[in-house]
Structure formats: structure tokens, C-alpha cells
């Protein structure tokens, strides 16, 4: 009985424990009920609360070690609104840093419970003034930020990072983990390094000559890729207009674009480099082939153009001349499925999986969709779309004795020690061409520029040869051919005999007084490579520093009487024919203009058709 009294009546003690817990659990659930209303009332960024880490993104920098990218530090303001509401003070002094109006500030202070950023990412020195404030609910965040201390400067391959820290475009894209990666330890560590192919002074130079030629012709757009030939690193690629990356707010979206990986046009004559490669590469290219131009190429009523009638040529002077009809009439006994496995194998069709996000294909027709306009066009550039890069990674393969080389523009990652990450080296993905049709068709090409189309490349030096191919296309879009609108471009290599690099330059609806390959794009290819030659070229730099225009006799701008050529040479005639009177016109010979017709002083009107015969003095 005894026992069974002690059972049903407890100890005081017993007692007091179960008191004791069940205040202690209910604290703890207002404690942890409290906890959870304040970070609703007022969650804070991680980095806000503590010292949590925070990685900064990696430096991007040039070949030469130039910086292009970093991280700088900045202070974000923040207000934690429940514990600022009985502040007035300071808030002058706040308002004029954040450019924020006071009112605005007390008003957001009082209408909300929860945390928000009054200012993303301003300078040290103007927040400053802030840390000397006693504020109760102001939070000074530091966090790192995104800055191009040049500016424009291959803003399209950089891309650009969003308010937090994470890259949206270009290379701040497609290597944001390699970026963000820790490379180091600390609270405080830093991501990985980028070092590009890209040479700043390059990309310099085509960026000013592409914003020159924009000017110049009117056009829409313009784009170039430079590329050192034997290795297929990416020098220079450039697209104008451009954008400051540090002021994204300010430029339109079409301006951020990377336009040579992304933007398909048809190449138009610039495409008969690889028709050319492929007939060679079957065998059905001979040096005592004779074509007869009638000045178009027709077949079942289908009819295509040439620029006028050439008459009797061998293939190089097909080439010189851009004749439509000699390249289609050379190509037509090749097999199509012969064709189109040798225009595959230059990468077109396909993306060349560059290092870069927003890589468009281009299209090259299926074999068994090749009707017999197909046949007819696409030998000649039409009907087939590619990029900017991929024409460039092409042609340069004609440079680079028929190697296949792909794209580089990352050559390698360190961390913040300086330590090497990965290193890209050059590989030969496979033989397009042998060395032998390689040197051929660069000797063709050379041709197209010592007195075809051409050129308006050249250096004008002996010592210096330049060999490239002009390319004029009519512009496609869903609804057809616009026959007012045009694509002008220029593709060559410099050395001609051994090419160090290969220069692509493209003009997108040029709406100036030229719209041709020949006077809008040859031009700036010149121009380009003259201003480069010094940075890049592996000979003896005191031969190349100085590359003067060379000062040709210019004519007036009265383009209804025929000017006085005679005495020209045939440089200074190509160069102001080609570019003041393009149309039908005829060259015999070499040396100096000794006649020509019309004579001069005779009123003319375009379409132009001129001939003259050219001489020495004692012949």
C-alpha cells in the first residue's frame, strides 16, 4: 500500500523538472518564432551578414598580359527597414550619395518590412562619407565588380556580368565557372584567369579601321577576324557598331552581338577560293583549259550574271576577273555529292566550336536538295550561308598549305598565383587541301590582287605580297533577294609565299556611293594590315615600319567627262577605275596607259565601259 501511494504522488521535484522543461521549450519556440519573423521582416544577402565568401571573378587578360577584365571593389547600401524607422538623421547626407531623393528613402523605409539595396555597387571613395554615419539599419555590403578598364575594346568577345556578379555574355558567359572557380583560400579569394590569343593592339587597329569603313561606305554593319595562320589563334574579331560593357544600360542589344561567330550572310565570290580547291582536289582543273565568257551562264532558262563579258580567259584570269561563268563552268561536270563533301570538309555547315556562346552553322544545302540552280549558285557563293569566322577558318586553311586548323581565342587558365590551370595548344584537326593546290590557288589569288579585282589590297611593295579573293553578294532575307541591298568582303593572307596571318573583312549593306568587294572592303583590309604588319610580322621589323599610302595621281570627282589617264601605271589605273568608275572595262597589256577610249574629255554615263592599252615608252 505503501509503495502503490508513492507511485500515484509524485515528488515536488518531479514536479518542478516538468515545469522547468515545458518554460524552457516554449522560450525556445518564441525564440525560434522571432528568428523566423526577422528574416522574413528583413533577410539580408549572405555577404551581408558576417564575412561569408564571396569569390571574385578571375582577370581576363590579352596575349601580352594586358588586363581586360577584373574585379574591383565596391560598397552596396542597404537598409534593414525596422530598425531605420526612428532615424532622421544622416539622410541628407545619404540621399546625395545614393542619388537617391530623401523622401524617397523614408517613404520605402516606412511602407516595407523587408531588406532592400538602396545603391548596387559604388565606388570606395564615395562611400566613404557613409561609414562615418551613424545610421541604425544601414548595412554597407563590399562586394566585388565587374570592370573593362578599356572600355570598347573587344567588347563583344568579353561579354558582360549582371548586377550580381554572374556573367550574361561572351566570355564572362561561357567561362563563368572557370571565373568563379576558387583558385585560392581565404575569406577573400579570387577565381581563375583567363589569358586570350587576342592582341590588344590588333584588335585596336580592326576596330578602328571597321568604325572608318562604316563611315565610309554607310553601311549597317561591319565585322573582321584576324588569325595567325599557322596556328589558328584568334588575334583580332571585331564587330561594329560595339558597346561599352562598364555602361550596358546604354547601348542597344543588337550592339552587343559578337556578329562574326553569329551573323550568316552569302559570301559571294569570296566562296570561289573553295570551288577552286575542290576542282584541283579532283583533278579537274587544268592550265590549258580556255573558257569563252558570253557574260552569264544560263541553263534551262535560268540565267546568271557575270559583271559583263570577259571573253577568252584561263582559269586564273577567272579568278582575276570573278567571272561567274568560267567558275560555274568548271565546276559543272564535278559530281554534286563531290562538291558538297569538299566544301563540308572547309567547315562549312557547321559550327566551329569556338570558345564563345551565340555560335551560329550556317547552311550548306544536303546533296539531295541540290537542284540545278543550286549547282549553278553555290559554286559561286549563293545559296550557301556562313559566318564571318567560318569563312576566315576556311581561307585560312588555303594559308596554312591546306591544314584544317580550329579556332583559338583561350590560350590558357591560371590561378591567382600565376600558376597554370589548362593550356590550349594548336592542333591540325585534317588535311583540306594538299601543299601543293595550296601554293597554286595562293598564286591565283595573288594574281586577283597584283591586277584583278583585287587590287585595291595590295601594299604596293614588291617585297610585301598580298593574295586574297573580293566577294559582292546580293542580300537574302525569308522574303527573297533584295536587289538594293548588298554584302561586300574581302578575305587574304599576308605573306603570300609563307602567310602569317589571314584577314577577313566584311561590309553589311553598304549604302554609300561603292557597295563592291573590290572599293569598300579591299580597301580596309589594306588599311588594317599596314597598320599591323609592324606588330606581327616575324622578319625584320625595320623594313616594314614604314608603309606610306602610296600617293597615286587622283582624278577629279566629275564623273561625266572622260579624265586624262594616259601615262597612269597600271596600279594607279586599277586603283582609280575601280574605285570612282566601276563597270565594264578592258586592260591590254602592262607597264603605263598609252591609249584609251573614250578619249579624253569625252562625256560619259554609267554604266561605265572603258579599255585601255597599256605600254613602255620605248616599245
Known amino acids: 500500500m505503501i509503495d502503490a501511494k508513492r507511485k500515484s504522488n509524485p515528488t515536488p521535484y518531479a514536479f518542478r523538472y516538468k515545469i522547468f522543461l515545458a518554460v524552457l ?5 518564441i525564440l525560434a518564432y522571432r528568428a523566423v519573423e526577422l528574416a522574413i521582416a528583413s533577410p539580408l544577402p549572405p555577404s551581408a551578414v558576417g564575412e561569408a565568401q564571396k569569390v571574385r571573378r578571375g582577370v581576363i587578360f590579352d596575349s601580352r598580359g594586358h588586363e581586360l577584365a577584373i574585379s574591383r571593389d565596391t ?20 540621399a546625395r550619395i545614393t542619388g537617391t531623393p530623401k523622401a524617397q528613402i523614408l517613404s520605402k523605409i516606412q511602407s516595407s518590412d523587408k531588406f532592400f539595396y538602396l545603391k548596387r555597387k559604388i565606388t570606395l571613395e564615395d562611400a566613404a562619407p557613409l561609414r562615418k554615419l551613424d545610421i541604425a539599419g544601414l548595412v554597407l555590403q563590399n562586394e566585388p565588380d565587374r570592370f573593362y578598364p578599356n572600355r570598347r575594346l573587344a567588347s563583344q568577345i568579353l561579354g558582360f556580368t549582371g548586377v550580381d556578379g554572374e556573367g550574361l555574355a561572351g566570355l564572362e558567359f561561357s567561362q563563368n565557372t572557370t571565373l568563379t572557380r576558387p583558385g585560392g583560400r581565404g575569406q577573400d579569394f579570387a577565381g581563375q584567369n583567363i589569358h586570350l590569343t587576342i592582341n590588344s593592339f590588333v584588335q585596336h587597329q580592326l576596330e578602328k579601321t571597321l568604325n572608318a569603313g562604316l563611315e565610309e561606305s554607310v553601311s549597317k554593319h561591319a565585322m573582321g577576324v584576324i588569325l595567325e595562320t599557322q596556328s589558328g589563334r584568334v588575334l583580332a574579331m571585331a564587330s561594329v557598331p560595339d558597346f561599352n560593357p562598364n555602361q550596358i544600360s546604354d547601348s542597344p ?11 550568316q550572310y552569302e559570301p559571294g565570290s569570296t566562296f570561289k577560293i573553295f570551288t577552286m580547291a575542290a576542282l584541283l582536289r579532283e583533278n579537274m582543273l587544268h592550265d590549258d583549259t580556255e573558257y569563252f565568257c558570253p557574260g552569264y551562264f544560263e541553263y534551262k532558262g535560268r540565267r546568271i550574271n557575270c559583271t559583263h563579258k570577259h571573253g577568252k580567259e584561263n582559269f586564273t584570269q577567272v579568278m582575276k576577273n570573278s567571272c561567274n561563268y568560267g567558275v560555274i563552268t568548271a565546276s559543272w ?6 562538291l558538297y563533301e569538299n566544301l563540308k570538309a572547309f567547315g ?24 540545278y540552280y543550286l ?22 586553311s588555303i594559308g596554312n598549305n591546306g591544314n584544317f586548323m580550329p579556332p583559338l581565342i583561350i590560350d590558357k587558365v591560371t590561378n591567382a598565383q600565376g600558376k597554370v590551370i589548362e593550356k590550349f595548344e594548336p592542333k591540325v584537326k585534317y588535311r583540306v587541301a594538299s601543299e601543293e593546290n595550296a601554293v597554286k590557288i595562293r598564286q591565283t589569288l595573288r594574281e586577283v590582287v597584283k591586277s584583278g579585282t583585287g587590287a585595291n589590297a595590295d601594299l604596293g611593295l614588291k617585297e610585301f605580297d598580298v593574295c586574297g579573293k573580293t566577294g559582292t553578294s546580293i542580300k537574302s532575307s525569308k522574303k527573297g533577294y533584295d536587289a538594293k541591298k548588298y554584302q561586300a568582303s574581302f578575305v587574304g593572307f ?35 594590315l599596314r597598320e599591323i604588319i609592324p606588330a606581327i610580322h616575324i622578319g625584320e621589323v625595320s623594313r616594314v615600319s614604314d608603309l606610306s599610302t602610296p600617293q597615286y595621281r587622283m582624278v577629279g570627282q566629275d564623273k561625266s567627262t572622260m579624265p586624262d589617264f594616259r601615262w597612269f601605271s597600271k596600279k594607279e589605273l586599277l586603283y582609280q577605275v575601280l574605285s570612282k568608275f566601276p563597270g565594264d572595262h578592258k586592260i591590254e597589256g602592262a607597264g603605263y596607259v598609252l591609249a584609251q577610249s573614250p578619249a579624253p574629255g569625252t562625256k560619259i554615263n554609267p554604266p561605265y565601259s572603258f579599255s ?3 605600254g613602255f615608252p620605248d616599245e
Open 25 to 29: 521549450v516554449l522560450l525556445f519556440v
Open 75 to 94: 560598397v552596396s547600401v542597404g537598409i534593414k527597414p525596422l530598425d531605420a524607422r526612428s532615424q532622421t538623421e544622416g539622410m541628407d547626407i545619404l
Open 253 to 263: 542589344a543588337a550592339n552587343r552581338k559578337n556578329l562574326p561567330i553569329s551573323f
Open 333 to 338: 561536270q564535278l559530281p554534286v555529292l563531290k
Open 348 to 371: 562549312f555547315g557547321n559550327a566551329t566550336d569556338i570558345q564563345l556562346p551565340g555560335e551560329a552553322k550556317g547552311y550548306l544545302a544536303s546533296p539531295k536538295d541540290w537542284d
Open 375 to 396: 549547282k549553278m549558285s553555290i559554286p559561286i557563293g549563293h545559296g550557301v550561308s556562313v559566318t564571318p569566322l567560318q569563312l576566315a577558318l576556311a581561307a585560312n
Open 494 to 528: 599576308f605573306p603570300c609565299d609563307k602567310p602569317e596571318i589571314t584577314i577577313l573583312i566584311m561590309f553589311d549593306e553598304p549604302r554609300g556611293e561603292y557597295h563592291q568587294g573590290a572599293t569598300v572592303a579591299a580597301p580596309a583590309f589594306r588599311r588594317v
Open 612 to 614: 585601255f592599252t597599256l
